[in-house]
């Protein structure tokens, strides 16, 4: 830790490689969504290299290393509690078209395309983009002037409009 | 030993950033680098509510050495107040108990030693109160910005606790150069009006601690790796 604080890439390596392990099983015990414990080991040890000069070198490093942790679960739990209904709108914008086409088997190409037409523009553009052409939320609102959350949110609507309309649709042709 | 591989987004951004750091000092170094701050508290709020008019009035001298116990006391709770801040150093309730016992004992015994004033009326009397509690938190609040930025250069895991102990720490400092001043030593008023002045700083050191925490937090989880 001595090295790492006057600066060699090493040592943090190493401390990686001593530590990692036991953060993730720290994460693994308190973090009931496993899928998040690579990004909190990350965020961690980045914390830890942020904070690197709060660690004073007799002392023994372990409750160093997990105060830090305790710091970054305590942050994610709030960054979680603050964005409950936009994650699951995240999660839901970014369906890829094959997702929305399997959910209606019967709605074919044509009746896509028909519905995305009469998606209001406003919405129908950030989600051809990101769904047709591949751009990320952040390119998307860079293009489009606005942030990467309208962008999301409005690629959302777009989803559950087509959703809606296609279903319609299905219900018609059954 | 396990042979983890460092990540390559993780390893990038340490490499970017990788500069030799000094060890921020102990906690009762930075706190005893506050003692300017606590010296000007102590000499500033009697010289400048006092000024020229009522210099005569200011308190003997065995009561300037409560206030310089007061002083020494600010600085402890300071020290604690920036080890909190320290991952993995944070005080246990025990530490945290017998602290505010001491600091209690401290201002129940060391302010009443003010003489009492005669009967007067309640007016009056709420009148020195409100004047104590502006007196005190005129000088204080601002000193808290100095605390509060020093702690917060640690990663606190409980931002109110240690934004509380910088309030208490300032507030005692308030106080001990409040009490050369204040021509009430009854125990209703010390404890509403100098005991209220401390708890006012106590609650703003929780709320600021607590704002610049989230602020930076807010920051980071931006800025961070994995979002």
């Known amino acids: 830790m001595i090295a790492y604080q006057s600066g060699e ?22 973090h009931g969504n496993r899928s998040v414990v690579p990004d909190l080991v990350q965020e961690t040890f980045l914390e830890m290299h942020r904070s690197r000069p709060t660690y004073a070198p007799p002392l023994p490093m372990r409750p160093w290393v997990f105060g830090i942790a305790r710091n970054v679960s305590a942050r994610n739990f709030r960054a979680a509690q603050m964005r409950p209904p936009t994650q699951a709108m995240e999660a839901e914008a970014e369906l890829p078209l094959e ?44 293009r489009l002037g606005i942030t990467p959350m309208a962008a999301k949110l409005r690629s959302s609507r777009a989803t559950k409009a087509l959703r809606v309309a296609l279903s319609v649709r299905r219900g018609r042709q059954r | 030993m396990n042979q983890a591989r460092v990540p390559a987004a993780l390893l990038n951004a340490v490499k970017s950033d990788l500069q030799p750091v ?26 400048f509510w006092t000024w020229q008019a009522h210099l005569k009035v200011l308190a003997p001298w065995p009561s300037w050495l409560l206030s310089v116990l007061e002083i020494g006391l600010s600085l402890l709770i300071l020290a604690a107040s920036f080890r909190e801040a320290i991952p993995g150093r944070e005080l246990s309730a025990k530490w945290i108990a017998a602290l505010v016992g001491v600091a209690l004992m401290v201002f129940v015994l060391v302010n009443p030693t003010l003489p009492s004033p005669p009967q007067l009326s309640s007016n ?51 106080d001990a150069g409040l009490r050369l001043l204040c021509w009430d030593g009854d125990y209703a008023h010390v404890i509403l009006a100098h005991g209220g002045a401390i708890a006012i700083l106590v609650g703003l050191g ?11 937090s807010r920051r980071l989880t931006k800025r961070g790796l994995a979002r």
């Open chain 2, 124 to 174: 009056t009397l709420a009148h020195w109160m409100w004047e104590c509690i502006v007196r005190a938190t005129t000088f204080s609040i601002p000193a808290l910005v100095l605390p509060v930025l020093v702690a917060s250069r640690g990663l606190p895991n409980r931002p109110a606790l240690m934004g509380a102990l910088c309030g208490l720490g300032v507030g005692f400092m308030g």
């Open chain 2, 206 to 216: 929780a709320l600021s601690a607590v704002i610049v925490e989230r602020v930076r």
């Open chain 2, 22 to 47: 000094r060890p921020l000092a102990a906690p009762m170094r930075r706190a005893l680098m506050l003692l300017p701050l606590g010296i000007a508290m102590l000499v500033g709020i009697p010289a």
């Open chain 1, 9 to 30: 890439l090493s040592a943090f390596e190493q401390l990686y490689a001593l530590l990692a392990d036991e953060v993730r099983r720290y994460f693994s015990r308190t």
């Open chain 1, 99 to 142: 997702t929305l086409g399997n959910a209606m088997p019967l709605a074919d190409a044509l009746d896509t395309e028909r519905a995305i037409e009469t998606l209001p523009r406003s919405v129908r553009e950030p989600w051809l983009l990101h769904h047709a052409f591949g751009f990320s939320f952040e390119s998307i609102a860079a």
